[in-house]
């Protein structure tokens, strides 16, 4: 990351993120918090956020967040640093005790997500209207294309898609 402009925060995102297939639970769940954020709202915002939303939900840790209770709600919605909006905090709640579930069913929310893959954008954001909530077809496509379960993060000619498919991107597979 040494020649990347750490204040370009698009830049960076896009450079080692991005498209990215990601193995951890906790980073996987981290990538919907960041993504029900951005409804409504600029990349940038989100962007911009992101290390104070990692904090404000316990370095996105799936298990503790799904304990949050009244307390952590009111703490969070009383943080400058990220986005105070209550319908997405309770689905950042209510969504990691689902991967809870997910994980005592599946072993875990990696595993749930290769036993349903590969399937169509509809098909996914089927899937994640039942189990989750406030995942409609652009925040589920967005999840799907930023941990590398959809094809298309990058452009053919993007140089970072040689790194993703060097890594074996999930839509190959």
């Not at 993120?17 to 954020?37: A, C, H």
């Not at 069913?105 to 994640?128: A, I, M, Q």
């Not at 209207?129 to 999840?143: A, H, L, P, Q, V």
């Amino acid at each position: 990351m040494a020649n990347l402009e750490k204040s370009n925060v698009h830049r960076v995102y896009h450079d080692t993120k991005y498209g990215f297939p990601i193995t951890s639970d906790n980073e996987l769940f981290g990538r919907l918090v960041l993504e029900i954020n951005q409804a409504g709202l600029s990349w940038t915002t989100v962007l911009n956020k992101q290390e104070n939303l990692r904090k404000a939900y316990a370095e996105f840790n799936v298990r503790k967040v799904a304990r949050f209770n009244k307390q952590n709600i009111e703490k969070l919605l009383s943080d400058s640093g990220i986005i105070r909006n209550k319908l997405k905090i309770n689905a950042a709640i209510f969504n990691a005790q689902k991967i809870v579930d997910i994980q005592g069913e599946y072993g875990s929310f990696k595993s749930w997500l290769d036993h349903n893959h590969p399937l169509l954008l509809d098909d996914w954001v089927e899937l994640f209207k039942k189990r989750f909530k406030f995942t409609g077809k652009e925040i589920t496509k967005e999840f799907l294309l930023s941990t590398g379960y959809l094809k298309g993060a990058h452009e053919k000619d993007c140089p970072i898609l040689g790194k993703i498919i060097q890594d074996g991107p999930m839509w190959e597979k």
